[in-house]
């Protein structure tokens, strides 16, 4: 059984920063690519970064140089380090986990992000 949980959501205000972990309840964290999604009110679920087993990164163009994603296998933890946050950047993000070898997606429960002044 995989088992995802974020935190370190909550309200900041625009220009601030946030930084999301997820920790991952499974075996070979390393074998498992690792993603951050979002969701706004009345809208789709959108990607907004991931980072590979070999640790390759990859940015939706509305975070790219504002967002940074990394993993620590040592914890098996993913994180997600927001700054510069906009408004727009409000939403349910989900921690999102994709097994390499063998398959498998697994999500979390989200956690709330909200920029406001």
């Known amino acids: 059984q995989v088992q995802l949980v974020e935190s370190g959501g909550g309200l900041v205000q625009p220009g601030g920063s946030l930084r999301l972990s997820c920790v991952a309840s499974?075996?070979?964290?390393?074998?498992?690519?690792m993603s951050w999604y979002r969701q706004a009110p009345g809208k789709e679920r959108e990607l907004v970064a991931t980072?590979?087993?070999?640790?390759?990164?990859t940015y939706a163009d509305s975070v790219k140089g504002r967002f940074t994603v990394s993993r620590d296998n040592t914890k098996d933890t993913a994180y997600l380090q927001m700054d510069r946050l906009k408004p727009e950047d409000t939403a349910v993000y989900y921690c999102?986990?994709?097994?390499?070898?063998?398959?498998?997606?697994?999500w979390g429960q989200g956690t709330q992000v909200t920029v406001s002044s």
């Open positions: 999102n986990a994709v097994r390499k070898v063998g398959g498998g997606r697994y």
């Open positions: 499974v075996k070979a964290f390393v074998m498992f690519d």
């Open positions: 980072i590979t087993t070999s640790e390759d990164t």
